[in-house]
């Protein structure tokens, strides 16, 4: 009986201690989340149902900038000659924190709130990658924020960035490349996922490139020796490219996907187009390879004794890690606690487990310790790459589907149309908001994130990986 009745006593202390560290302006966060919850769940459900691709988020993009506007923001739009990309602003002089947004969606995998495959609208996009929950949670955290510069507890300015297209062309490299965070001295950013924790690992360099070639048409049974197959060289150049993976350092990443091979049997085809996607753990292993790849191109095209052409389509750096950002972001998430779920929830998650042939454990409510920074990480690529490389950058990852999901599936769409993925947007709007607290209040402590940030950079000078010109609006 004494033993359980310490316990108690223990387990009573603890909750008191950590409930004396969340002070009142990280209170205030929490409960400026919580006000706007109604409407920060309506918006994403509306950016979820609308479902929005590529430089093509006009609606969902406005619901934000519009939200933000409502709220005192001043607002931006069509920033780095991207009609859905925007800024929105509150406060002035430093610090000046920004958070990113992102809100675009992923084609062909349109999903019912349900944990049975069936298409909301059959053929159209969802959001397979929950940017319908980051940028409402992202957008909550910077109004949450603006409150309590509002009510003069803490100075600075804060940002919301509006980034479009992150599943296709990458809309942050152009506004980095306009100087959108030029004066920003701490940058936050998080991602839905199958757990929650500070993010401290890196992620996969990338470049985009198209391959044209260009033939001769003939008739393919009268006169094949009268025609100069594109095809042909899209074949011979795919096979350079596969006899090529046995030669790579195993970080590396070749992927393909064919265009156009041609369009009727009987013609020998004139024309034939594929889309080139080149990744390593850095940009300094990438572009040798990316280079080789290349030269292929050209290898291919004189087999096949055709012409070909090579257009970069963009291409971004692996993500910047800032350990010391992390360790604030952590701190916040132990504040907060897990997310917790109720039956139905876990019942949710457990069918679409069952529905993607995955063990059947439902929800993951743990938060991660802090982990020791991988050298070669793997995993996926993202644009907040170049903003990390710009700007310090604080990294999240939240938990609004269950473990092992498939993601870029109908899985993790059906999870953000509903209470699991509100769950985690609210969690990651309120981890965010906080931690940006922890900046406001502390300049030393963005002093030290901004000296990590300074220390891993090094020397190295950031290029972007796009063509000149404007980005490829209206060409989804």
């Known amino acids: 009986m004494k033993k359980v009745i310490l316990t108690y006593l223990l387990l009573f202390t603890v909750s008191l201690i950590t409930a004396q560290k969340i002070t009142n302006n990280k ?266 790849v290349m030269k292929m191109a050209e290898g291919a095209a004189i087999m096949a004794n055709v012409d070909y052409k090579i257009s970069l389509i963009s291409g971004i750096y692996e993500v910047l890690v800032n350990r010391a950002g992390g360790e604030i972001m952590q701190g916040n998430l132990e504040l907060l606690g897990p997310i917790s779920y109720t039956e139905e929830e876990t019942i949710f998650g457990k069918r679409i487990q069952e529905a993607t042939g995955k063990p059947q454990i439902g929800m993951d409510s743990s938060i991660k310790p802090l982990e020791a920074t991988k050298e070669n990480p793997g995993g996926g690529s993202t644009d907040v790459g170049d903003v990390s490389w710009n700007v310090a950058n604080i990294n999240l990852g939240v938990t609004v589907a269950p473990k092992d999901t498939p993601w870029h599936s109908w899985a993790v769409v059906a999870c953000g149309g509903m209470s699991i993925g509100h769950k985690g947007m609210l969690y990651a709007s309120k981890a965010l908001g906080m931690t940006a607290v922890d900046l406001f209040e502390n300049p030393k402590l963005v002093e030290k994130v901004k000296a990590e940030f300074k220390e891993r950079k090094g020397s190295e000078v950031y290029e972007p990986i796009i063509p000149d010109g404007p980005p490829p609006i209206g060409k989804n």
């Open 27 to 292: 209170k205030a966060i929490i409960a400026s989340i919580e006000k706007h919850e109604v409407e920060l769940i309506k918006a994403s459900d509306a950016i979820w149902a609308l479902a929005e691709t590529a430089f093509e988020e006009t609606e969902s993009s406005k619901i934000l900038a519009d939200y933000a506007e409502k709220n005192g923001f001043t607002v931006s739009r069509g920033v780095a000659g991207i009609p859905t990309a925007f800024t929105a602003t509150y406060g002035s002089g430093q610090p000046v924190i920004s958070i990113l947004g992102e809100f675009d969606a992923l084609p062909g995998i349109s999903q019912k709130a349900q944990p049975n495959k069936e298409a909301l609208n059959e053929g159209a996009a969802g959001h397979g990658c929950g940017h319908n929950l980051f940028g409402t949670a992202s957008l909550g955290a910077a109004i949450a924020v603006k409150e309590l510069m509002e009510a003069g507890k803490i100075k600075g300015t804060i940002k919301f960035m509006g980034t479009p297209s992150e599943e296709k062309y990458f809309g942050k490299i152009w506004m980095v490349r306009e100087g959108l965070w030029n004066d920003v001295d701490v940058n936050l950013s998080w991602h839905p996922a199958a757990a929650t924790e500070a993010d401290v690992q890196s992620t996969l360099a990338l470049v985009d490139f198209k391959v044209e070639f260009y033939g001769q048409a003939a008739h393919a049974s009268m006169d094949p020796w009268n025609g100069r197959s594109a095809a042909d060289a899209l074949e011979l150049y795919t096979t350079g490219i596969n006899y090529y993976r046995e030669h790579i350092q195993p970080t590396v990443r070749i992927h393909y996907h064919i265009q156009d091979g041609g369009q009727v049997v009987n013609v020998v085809p004139d024309y034939a187009r594929l889309w080139v996607r080149v990744r390593d753990t850095k940009r300094s292993g990438m572009m040798p390879v990316y280079e080789r």
